[in-house]
């Protein structure tokens, strides 16, 4: 039994990060592996445990920092909300950059050299402002690549800023009626497009 549609003969393509990303992970793995047999060897074993434990630690410590003030942020901005006023933006430097904070942690925890060196470069406010910056161009550059429907274009949709900041809560009524199109006697199964 055939359904009339065609299936696709063609193997679909696999993207190019599909293929390098698990090579690029064993090969930052075997990496690590290696740095620390390196240490190892040159300053014993109790150096590369010092050095993953206080990975471990400094990790944690700034986590911890990072979330205590997302968590302040945020309820400030609550209090903010429910006195009536708008929610300030975070001013540069004091609060902002918390997720790329929390990354940055989250690498030091990690076992390996590079991954805390990574976790320190991140730490640096002029480092996490460019990557900020730079993650943020990137994911509006695909936002605005996405196609109609997709998930990218609902959130685009999400982000509309109006020019005075204020939002007005309604609902929309539709009033089926009968005789009209779309309206429950229409039995075209014809219905108006969402927008105009």
């Known amino acids: 039994m055939t359904t009339g549609v065609p299936t696709p003969t063609a193997p679909r393509r696999r993207s190019p990060a599909r293929t390098l990303l698990p090579l690029a992970i064993a090969a930052w793995l075997i990496l690590e592996i290696w740095l620390l047999s390196l240490l190892a060897s ?29 968590f302040s942020g945020m309820a400030r901005n609550f209090q903010e909300a429910q006195a009536g006023r708008m929610p300030s933006a975070p001013q540069p430097g ?5 997720g790329l904070t929390m990354l940055a942690g989250l690498l030091l925890m990690m076992p390996g050299l590079i991954s805390d060196l990574a976790g320190l470069l991140l730490l640096l406010p002029p480092v996490r402002s460019w990557v900020g910056r730079r993650t943020q161009r990137v994911l509006e550059r695909r936002i605005a690549k996405a196609a109609p429907g997709s998930f990218g274009d609902a959130f685009q949709q999400a982000r509309i800023h109006y020019p005075d900041g204020k939002v007005v809560p309604g609902e929309v009524v539709r009033e089926d009626r009968p005789g009209q199109p779309g309206g429950p006697a229409d039995d075209t199964g014809h219905r108006p497009p969402l927008t105009p």
């Open 42 to 70: 040159e300053a014993g074993a109790l150096a590369v445990v010092a050095v993953l434990l206080g990975g471990i630690v400094l990790g944690g410590v700034v986590i911890k920092r990072a979330g205590r003030r997302a």
């Open 94 to 98: 004091k609060g902002s950059g918390n």
